[in-house]
RNA sequence: GCCGAAGUGGCGGAACUGGUAGACGCGCUGGAUUCAAAAUCCAGUAAUGGCAACAUUGUGUGGGUUCGAGUCCCACCUUCGGUACCA
């Protein structure tokens, strides 16, 4: 990697292939004539191909990073060969805690860092040559963009979700019905006689963005609040210094009321099993119960979820999570040591800990009663860290006999344990096996089956009015608060601390510029610190949170259908022309955040009749990753001296990383080695055979690992269509796969035969005329039927085998004929559109390649009239023999049985069974 | 633990609904070309035995179904991704 060839030329430089000239020359002359511009085309169908836009970090792009792009490129430019008009846009989502760190460290203004880092990736993404539609670029920073974020947010505020209508609705209708009749728990005449600010309070539990309490990672030391991936173990990453849980007030998202939408839509997306149940298990939707149990001492009512309220003759005890409200009152006093023993215990424990040991049973008992409420027997009330307190009421009955944990808890802590299903009849049933079974010692329930007891006991706790039928979600509703400057600032003013929003025409509310992007030491955003922004007017402030880095991309992909629109959000018209989106390729990283968060906004878009689709993307594909090849140096222990790979088991060693670009085919460049570090400056080498042998091994591409290779590095030693087609052809989509910079050679020699079909070295002559062999069309089509079909799978891998498979044969044949070698051109300018525009004009044509119709398949060139058959013996392959398809399967019976192999292999014996299917094979049972 | 995906030559990988395992490419070996190198071209390349024809073995492991299994079924092992005491 450390010595780049210069391009491939050699005498006669116009009739090689000079990528580098190439490439330059197609990429400013596509966009002079606008190829890639796209818009609503009535006579066209549409397809709309989408990638998850970046964030423009500093680093820049690494190989693994323009995999999605490449497919959806080669996605995009099939499907405009096939006559779709293609909205296949690229963007930023450039707000975002890096910029601002490096602000914090530099005083650089983020947006500075942003435009920079984005014009970096702009010019790496142009060089591999995507049809993007430039013009079409959103940046979620740019307050034209942003307003819409705030303008969204405003409608998420003034909307509630309407469970009878099982949609969002406007907040006034709410209004108007605690007018009419009042609410849940209060009357209209209550309604009425509550002041506004009450009345606002009220309000803020339905609104669809509403405000609450929440705690926070705070960090004393640094004066801020730190996002969850900021925190390790209990400590800031940057500093080390102590985080605590502190309470405070932010802004959420009401996600939960969409919990059954979003989970039921799933099954009519085209999305992998593995994503469709990624999104299945966040959302976690659980049937049961709610059931109250009263206390024996004081009024402490303790209410309970529980997915089983079959087994609640078999409620031995109660357990409360350590931080639930009412721990404090159900301690006795004679266990109030104990208790507080151990919820020290308890909080101490880092939520690490607690994941790390799930066998070990904790618990203390809190001294209190319940009442259970069918038997009325008093059942004690346990306090333990397997009840969580973020889930359900987190407060549970506990049912030793039909669940492991609370039987684990029961056996360590000698609780009573009583059966309730009758097994018997199938002894290999194990606990918590709701399939089998029927009720037993549970009173009105005895002799049912688990269904029909869960109804049952469902319906008489309605009928006591001591619980209900419920579903509950792993689900939370989503923070959207954050203390940070470099985010959307929300369109939010106080007026005496009640939150009201500012009037459409304010929007955007514009970041204000700020002295330092330091946090305040106090909670606060930096822009807290920006007074004269702040403060309106007496008893008038902004909200000084922004929003968090998933509010722009929630929903970008509609933007990109009208960029430039100052009047909405969209048109409705090109958001109806463009609907869904039909491919969606991005990491599966964001298999539950992102897609879920989009799907929520576009949901609640949807009952605003703001946009026609409910669902925003019809497929969705998840890109695997490229991994790192990193190349390892063995240095001996106590030493600067280094073992070659061949050698390192005779020492004791450590293998340490290196920078693979000292390193080519595995054999260290020792003069770079010493310059890369001055520890190394001195090192000593033991060689194999002259040379240092690196080890290597393949993980994640990181900067970490020095094994990060640029794709602009790719694109000056073999060219951005090389890079295209090799990334494609080194496996699967969807899976994980090395980057091994050695392997590219195959498909730059690929290109180069290409080359070589059109300008063959010994034959200056221009391209044939006259008709093509029948062999050479044979070739073509079988591409065309190969290429088609693994295109439409993504498939593209084995299509670009396909097609050197076609350059092998047409090659060999020396086909130079335009009827054959232009429908060629046309196969492969997906995969490498700048080869394939510089040959299309290089036979004569003056427009581009990019606007040609696919080929049409002729499948009468597939048809075939003799076919060999393999002919095996007892399942094993042992002769081949060319048969006429025209064969019936008792010729084909006879003709088998002429061969020498098969007689031989027959040994006199006559055949037990013959089996013949036409077309593919013959099996002789002996 | 649970959910999901996957285990095939030295390497990346191919094989449609059960029908010639290893396409295509890398690498490697030999040869041509060259003063030499690069580049290019030709031949070979799963393992074992054999000059060869050919034979035996072979798709994570062990069973099974079938005329026939990489592909289907059962059990298990390993790797990767997700999730985590979810009541």
Known sequence: MCSFNQNWTTTGASMDYDFSAIEKKWQDWWQEQGVYRVSEDPDK?????????????????????????????????????????????????????PAEQYAIETGQHPARTTADNIATFTNQLRRIGFDYDWSRQVVTADPDYYRWTQWIFCQLFSHWYDPDAGAARPIETLQAQFIAQGGSDFSAAEWAAMDNQRQQEVLMGYRLAYLDYADVNWCEALGTVLANDEVKDGVSERGGHPVVRKRMRQWFLRITAYADRLLNALDALDWSPALKEMQRNWIGRSEGASCVFRTKEGNHPIEIFTTRPDTLFGATFLVLAPEHSLVASLTTAEQSAAVAQYLAYASSRSERERMADTKTVTGVFSGSYAEHPFSGEPIPIWIAEYVLAGYGTGAIMAVPSDDNRDYAFAQHYGLPIIEVIDRSEHPTAEREDKSVGLLMNSGFLNGMPINAAIQAAIAELEHRGIGQRRVNYRLRDAGFSRQRYWGEPFPIVYRRGVPELVPESALPVLLPEVNSYRPTGDGNSPIASAREWVELAPGLERETDTMPGYAGSSWYWLRYMDPGNRQAFVDPKKEQYWGQVDLYMGGAEHAVGHLLYSRFWNQFLFDLNLVSQAEPFRKMVNQGMIQGRSSLVYRIEGSNTFASAGLKEQYNTTALHVDIHLVEDDKLDLQGFRAWRDEYQNAEFLLEEGVYRCGAEVEKMSKRWYNVVNPDEVCDRYGADTLRIYEMFLGPLDQAKPWDTRGIDGSFRFLKKVWRLFYPRENKAPIAEEAPSTEALKVLHRAIAKVQADIERLAFNTAVSALM???????????????????????????????????????????????????????????????EYPISVNGKLRDKVALSLALNEAQIEAAVLQRDLVLKWLDGKAPKKIIVVKGKIVNVVV
């Not at 429908?823 to 427009?847: K, M, V």
Request: charged residues 15%; hydrophobic residues 40%.
């Open 805 to 867: 498979v076609a350059v092998n044969e047409l090659t060999a044949l020396k086909c130079r004929n335009r009827a054959v070698l232009e429908p060629l051109i046309i196969l492969l300018s997906p995969f490498a559109p700048h080869i394939s525009e510089e040959l299309w004009h290089g036979i004569g044509h003056q427009t581009s390649v990019v606007l040609q119709p696919f080929p049409q398949l002729n499948e009468s060139f597939l048809a075939e009239d003799s076919f």
């Open 45 to 97: 169908p549409k397809c709309y191909v989408l990638d998850m836009f970046p964030y423009p970090s500093g680093a820049g792009l690494h190989v693994g990073h323009p995999l999605g792009y490449i497919a959806t490129d080669i996605y995009s430019r099939y499907k405009r060969h096939t006559g779709h008009a293609v909205l296949h846009p690229m963007g930023f989502d450039a707000f975002g805690l």
